[in-house]
């Protein structure tokens, strides 16, 4: 028997959203966070153009694709760095800053890749509960040590959909020492609509220790094909590029993320109608009698407690996948106002239930 590493007997797996089926058939899929579009024509055209070529390596510097991303936010093209997912640019942020020792701040609960890579990289996660449903950036400074090498802060968070205002960001920054790398996981950024929510493109200029993580998969459709970035300054963007697998971000992911930046209005229009349905479904639940926090992601939080299970069962049962985290509370993505009205009929129901 091959000797493997101890922590993988301990480690968190990362548990995927499922998709469930109602005894009828009905599936609705609320459970991953994505787009509810099918993907666009013309991104769907770069792709099959794109496949003509997939014989060929994919450029490796992305380089097409790094330049429109500079160009469509002003910044360097220096200052980015692309992977397979900004999961996996996380992962290569731990590769650059981790080793064994080393300790990672961030709050719990939140983004379950945190934990997953911290093991993998041999890095000790150090987690800082919420809250209430929020960060808790007092406590999550005063966690800060000497083996701290780097901060996770998920603005809006993931599970809970609840954002930090400027203020409370930028007066956190202020107290993490330099050496110090803080991460701004912005991966629901588009879907912000909250005006006191710090862009963090706005933060990283004037600190060199704050880089920005976005994504195609969410705002942009592209989930399944894999492309996220990091903006950060020069030498933070170098070292996580220095960490990048050869060839990691395939060329139809290349392709489709460079047409998803030339559609953008488009997708943006789309993602403005999940906005409104994020209100018309907050609302309702509330209307129900549910407390909902405020959400300025594309999903709703519901703290459930020990009928976590039971409620994600009973969506089940119309077909509604929802993400259950145990004993906590579930999370439930925005989709097209057919699921939407599904999962809350679902929702009412549960509530209805002696
Ligand atoms: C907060 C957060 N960051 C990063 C990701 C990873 O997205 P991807 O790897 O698809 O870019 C997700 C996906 O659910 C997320 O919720």
Not at 140 to 161: L, S
């Amino acid at each position: 028997m091959p000797r493997f590493r101890q922590i993988l007997d301990t480690m968190a797996g990362y548990k995927p959203g499922k998709a469930v089926v109602a005894p009828d058939g009905r599936s609705y899929k609320l459970s991953s966070n994505e787009s509810p579009y099918d993907p666009l024509p013309s991104v769907v055209e770069a792709i099959a153009e794109g496949a003509r070529q997939i014989n060929r390596y994919p450029d490796p510097g992305c380089v097409e694709l790094t330049e429109a991303i500079a160009g469509r936010f002003g910044v360097p093209a220096d200052h980015i760095a692309l992977g397979a997912g900004s999961v996996t640019v996380a992962q290569q942020l731990f590769e650059t800053v981790g080793e064994p020792g080393a300790e990672v701040v961030y709050a719990w609960r939140s983004f379950e890749a945190y934990p997953l890579l911290a093991d993998l990289a041999g890095v000790t996660s150090v987690r800082v509960p919420l809250a209430g449903e929020d960060h808790d950036l007092d406590a999550m400074a005063e966690a800060i040590n000497d083996r701290t090498r780097m901060v996770f802060v998920c603005n809006p968070n993931n599970p809970t959909g609840t954002s930090i205002r400027r203020g409370a960001l930028e007066a956190f920054l202020d107290r993490v020492p330099e050496r110090v790398l803080v991460v701004l996981d912005e991966a629901y950024r588009e879907y912000v609509r909250d005006e006191d929510v710090p862009d963090g493109l706005t933060l990283y200029r004037d600190r060199p220790n704050v880089c920005v993580l976005r994504t195609f998969s969410k705002a942009y459709g592209l989930a399944g094909l894999r492309v996220g970035y990091l903006i950060g300054q020069e030498p933070v963007a170098s070292a996580v590029r220095k960490t990048i697998i050869p060839f990691a971000v395939n060329h139809l992911a290349q392709v489709a993320a460079l047409a998803s930046l030339q559609a953008e209005d488009e997708l943006l229009e789309r993602v403005e109608r999940v906005v409104k349905e994020r209100t018309r479904v907050r609302e309702a639940l509330i209307a129900q009698g549910w407390t909902v926090p405020p959400t300025e992601a594309n999903f709703v939080w519901l703290r459930l407690g020990e009928r976590t299970m039971d409620f994600a069962s009973s969506c089940g049962l119309e077909g509604v996948a929802v993400r259950p985290f145990p004993g906590e509370g579930a999370r439930v993505s925005i989709g097209s106002p057919e699921s939407n009205d599904v999962f809350l009929a679902a929702a009412q129901e549960f509530l209805a239930r002696p």
